[in-house]
């Protein structure tokens, strides 16, 4: 029923409907160096409208900001306060099928986490199927090493 009014209120008061954002976790890996620099960042994300709660950890340097928020909002309003800023580019190790390939692995992520697929299939395309070539021809019959490696 309350949706029902907001609805009509929005339509009635501006002569069209109203867009509300949706209700959404963002997590941004942020470099954080000291207590000063953690609390500016949660300082200035609490203040974006619509913020529910706002979690920062700085030993993964990581903030999850979960409201009513537009991620590329957050990501600016966090980039606002001088520190090095991006969406969260890892995944949880349980998520990836293959979490020890090459483009997947990296050793700048936190314990427990691999990059996100979703960049590495782009990278994979860039390279034009190099790689998937190499993994066929690793295990191939033709290859005079394929034993020592199985």
Not at 58 to 67: D, I, L, M, S
Not at 68 to 75: A, H, K, S, T
Not at 95 to 103: D, G
Request: glycine share 6%; charged share 25%.
């Amino acid at each position: 029923m309350e949706e029902t009014l907001d609805y009509l209120s929005g339509f009635l008061c501006t002569g069209h409907k109203v867009q509300k954002k949706q209700f959404q976790t963002v997590e941004l890996k942020v470099r954080m160096d000291c207590d000063g620099c953690e609390l500016k960042v949660k300082k200035a994300l609490s203040s974006i409208n619509g913020v529910q709660s706002v979690d920062v950890d700085r030993k993964q340097q990581k903030a999850t900001v979960t409201g009513y928020v537009e991620p590329n909002q957050v990501l600016r309003r966090a980039k606002s306060t001088g520190n090095q800023a991006e969406l969260w580019p890892y995944l949880p190790y349980s998520l990836v099928t293959h979490p020890c390939t090459a483009v997947i692995y990296d050793k700048k992520a936190p314990s427990g986490y691999v990059r996100n697929v979703v960049e590495c299939v782009a990278l994979v395309s860039d390279h034009g199927g190099e790689q998937e070539d190499q993994l066929a021809d690793m295990f191939s019959e033709d290859n005079p090493n394929s034993c020592s490696i199985m």
